[in-house]
């Protein structure tokens, strides 16, 4: 199995490019600060994590996501090689998202699930008046 699930903040704007062809496609590239569990001298470390969005979830990056916004994602890790031009052994590991939202919490933008927030910032719980009991 190969998930990843992470939460962090956006290290700066997510570099987007277009691939060339007759559909272009989006390719946005971002690195989260992800917050690790333990400190060091009662100091905050954080690992950088590179993503990769593509298509509509590369978009949707690219419109909504900025520098410093907390988000989570899900996605699977892919590890590339290559040889650099002296003839060394180059690795990249990067995620692939597959999924991602907002974790601020603060309903400035849509959710990533395309919900509207209402003007305190929370998303609609759909209601079927039976019991009031929470769907979940």
């Given at each position: 199995?190969?998930?990843?699930?992470?939460m962090?903040?956006l290290?700066?704007d997510p570099?987007?490019?277009y691939?060339?062809?007759?559909e272009?496609?989006?390719v946005?590239r971002?690195?989260?600060?992800v917050?690790?569990p333990?400190k060091k001298?009662?100091?905050?470390?954080a690992d950088?994590i590179?993503?990769?969005?593509f298509?509509?979830?590369?978009k949707f990056?690219?419109k909504?996501?900025k520098?410093?916004k907390?988000v989570?994602?899900?996605g699977?890790?892919?590890?590339?090689?290559?040889?650099?031009?002296?003839?060394?052994?180059?690795?990249?590991?990067?995620?692939i998202v597959e999924?991602?939202?907002?974790?601020d919490?603060n309903?400035a933008a849509?959710a990533?699930?395309?919900?509207?927030?209402?003007?305190?910032?929370f998303?609609?719980?759909?209601d079927?008046?039976?019991?009031?009991?929470?769907?979940?």
């Amino acid at each position: 199995m190969n998930k990843v699930i992470l939460m962090g903040r956006l290290m700066r704007d997510p570099e987007v490019r277009y691939s060339q062809g007759t559909e272009p496609l989006a390719v946005a590239r971002y690195t989260l600060a992800v917050d690790r569990p333990m400190k060091k001298n009662g100091e905050k470390e954080a690992d950088f994590i590179g993503c990769v969005a593509f298509g509509k979830r590369g978009k949707f990056a690219e419109k909504y996501f900025k520098k410093g916004k907390r988000v989570s994602i899900v996605g699977r890790l892919q590890v590339s090689s290559w040889e650099d031009q002296e003839g060394k052994k180059r690795y990249k590991t990067e995620v692939i998202v597959e999924e991602q939202y907002f974790a601020d919490g603060n309903g400035a933008a849509p959710a990533a699930a395309g919900q509207a927030a209402s003007a305190e910032g929370f998303y609609p719980v759909d209601d079927d008046g039976e019991d009031g009991d929470l769907p979940f």
